[in-house]
């Protein structure tokens, strides 16, 4: 069985600090991790995804994850938040080793960005 | 490639009228997903096909979700008689192998008034 729990329903930064948006995860095999965004009344966007290569993953608009496994982690960061990056993030994870195809969706992080 | 389409965007319908969700995945794809996203229950997975057979469709609510995909490039998914608890974004999802990535559409938006 796997699961994805992101630590924080809600998270608030100024523009120009580091955002950090927490997840961890749990799975019988060997997971694939990803990583998505949703803006307002939009479709779910892939972040980026890990994959067994390399343990820091780098997506797009400049965010990155790091894997953990004695963390059982998979935390979204960036350097610098802007404005354009309010929306609702969401860890998911996919057990590759198993027969099932489906994705587990953690319950989101709604990400604010202050002036 | 243009990605995930759906259709319509938005639909609004009264309550006991059938709708019909249309979904046409990425190109070369072999699993097609439906999922419903609302306030309340979140992201819901409803079905999943690989190579145009259905394969878990434990999600689906109740006998009035039907889905079906009669070749490779189109789904549907129909509710018959809808009602207003079934007002929500309705997303159709395709990954080239088991355990990728999936891609999204926008979605439609389900209204039952």
């Known amino acids: 069985a796997q699961s994805v729990t992101q630590l924080d329903s809600h998270v608030s930064v100024s523009e120009g600090t580091p955002v950090l948006l927490r997840c961890n995860y749990s799975?019988?095999?060997?997971?694939?991790l990803f990583w998505y965004v949703q803006h307002p009344n939009k479709g779910l966007q892939l972040l980026l995804k890990?994959?067994?290569?390399?343990?820091l993953v780098k997506g797009i608009n400049g965010f990155e994850a790091e894997f953990k496994k004695s963390e059982t982690s998979f935390h979204l960061t960036k350097p610098s938040a802007h404005m354009s990056d309010a929306a609702e993030y969401f860890c998911?994870?996919?057990?590759?080793?198993?027969?099932?195809?489906?994705?587990?969706f953690g319950t989101g992080t709604r990400l604010q960005v202050t002036l | 490639d243009a990605g995930v389409i759906q259709s319509p965007r938005h639909e609004v319908t009264e309550m006991g009228q059938e709708v019909t969700l249309r979904c046409k995945p990425i190109?070369?794809?072999?699993?097609l997903f439906w999922y419903r996203q609302t306030m309340m229950r979140g992201l819901e997975l409803l079905i999943y096909?690989?190579?145009?057979?259905?394969?878990?469709d434990s999600g689906m609510p109740e006998d009035r979700f039907s889905a079906k995909m009669p070749n490779a490039s189109f789904s549907t998914l129909k509710i018959q008689p809808s009602e207003p608890r079934d007002s929500a974004v309705y997303f159709c999802?395709?990954?080239?192998?088991?355990?990728?990535?999936?891609?999204f559409g926008p979605g439609t938006r389900l209204t039952v008034t």
């Open positions: 999802a395709s990954s080239l192998r088991r355990g990728n990535e999936q891609y």
């Open positions: 799975s019988s095999y060997s997971p694939s």
């Open positions: 890990y994959t067994s290569a390399a343990t």
């Open positions: 998911v994870v996919s057990d590759r080793s198993g027969t099932a195809s489906k994705l587990t």
């Open positions: 190109s070369g794809h072999d699993y």
């Open positions: 096909f690989n190579n145009n057979v259905p394969i878990d």
